[in-house]
C-alpha cells in the first residue's frame, strides 16, 4: 500500500513540477543570449559560491538541511598528462539509501569534490578529487541553446528554457536544464546557470528507503546559492 501511495505521489509531484517549468518557460527565448561560453560556469582558482540544500520527505525520515560552500582550489594532473581543476566542497555529503542506485550515483555528483575541465566546448568532470579518472563526464556542452539534448552515464539531459529564478543571492536570468534518470521517464531533476554566476539552483525528486521497515517515501532535495565572492 504505501508503496502504491509513494508511487502516486512521485507521478502527482513530477507532473506539478514539469508543468511549472514548461508554462514558467513559457514566455522566455527559445535560444540563449550571446554570452562567452564559460560564463555559464566561472571557474577561476579561488572563486567560491555558498548553497543551503535541504530534504523534505513524506514519510518517516525528518526534513533535514545544511549549508556547503563550493570553491576551486589548485590543480589535479590526470594520468593522461590533462590538468584539471579541482572543485571542492566543504563539510560531508549526506548519504541516502535508495531503490534508485543510479539516480544516487547521479546525485553524488552534486555533492562531491570532483574534478572539472571547462573548454569551450564544454564543462567535463573527471572523476572525484581522491580519486580522478581520464575518462570524462559532459555536465555542459557549450555553447548552450535551448533543446539541446545529450546523455551522461546516468541521466539524459535537455536544455529546456530561460526563466527568472529567485534565491537567496537575488532574482536571476537562468539557463533551465532538466535530467531525466536513466530509471525513469520523465525529467525529475532541474538545473539553472545563470551567466557569469554558474549553478544558481537545483532541484531533484528522488525514492529513497524509510528509516522503518522496507517502504519507499519520496524526498525532494534543492539546493539555491546564498552568496558567492567573486
Known amino acids: 500500500m504505501k508503496n502504491r501511495i ?31 561560453a564559460q560564463s555559464y560556469f566561472p571557474h577561476e582558482d579561488g572563486y567560491s559560491w555558498e548553497y543551503h540544500s535541504s530534504w523534505i520527505f513524506d514519510g518517516t525520515r525528518e526534513a533535514y538541511s545544511d549549508t556547503k560552500t563550493r570553491y576551486f582550489d589548485g590543480t589535479t594532473t590526470l594520468a593522461n598528462g590533462l590538468v584539471v581543476q579541482n572543485f571542492m566542497v566543504s563539510g560531508e555529503a549526506i548519504t541516502l539509501p535508495a531503490t534508485a542506485a543510479d539516480t544516487l550515483k547521479a546525485f553524488a555528483i552534486l555533492e562531491g569534490s570532483l574534478c572539472y575541465y571547462i573548454s569551450e566546448t564544454g564543462v567535463y568532470t573527471y572523476g572525484s578529487v581522491k580519486n580522478p579518472t581520464t575518462e570524462a563526464e559532459l555536465i555542459i556542452p557549450l555553447p548552450l541553446k535551448v533543446g539541446d539534448f545529450w546523455a551522461g552515464s546516468y541521466a539524459i539531459y535537455e536544455v529546456i528554457c530561460t526563466e527568472e529564478v529567485t534565491v537567496p543571492a537575488g532574482t536571476f536570468s537562468a539557463i533551465k536544464i532538466g535530467m531525466t534518470f536513466l530509471d525513469t521517464n520523465e525529467p525529475n531533476a532541474f538545473d539553472w546557470y545563470a551567466p557569469g554566476v554558474g549553478l544558481v539552483k537545483s532541484y531533484i525528486l528522488i525514492p529513497v528507503i524509510s528509516e522503518i521497515g522496507n517502504e519507499l517515501e519520496m524526498a525532494i532535495w534543492t539546493q539555491e546559492l546564498v552568496n558567492k565572492n567573486f
Open 6 to 36: 509513494c508511487s502516486s505521489l512521485f507521478l502527482v509531484v513530477l507532473v506539478f513540477v514539469v508543468a511549472i517549468g514548461v508554462f514558467g518557460c513559457a514566455q522566455q527565448g527559445t535560444e540563449v543570449a550571446n554570452v562567452q
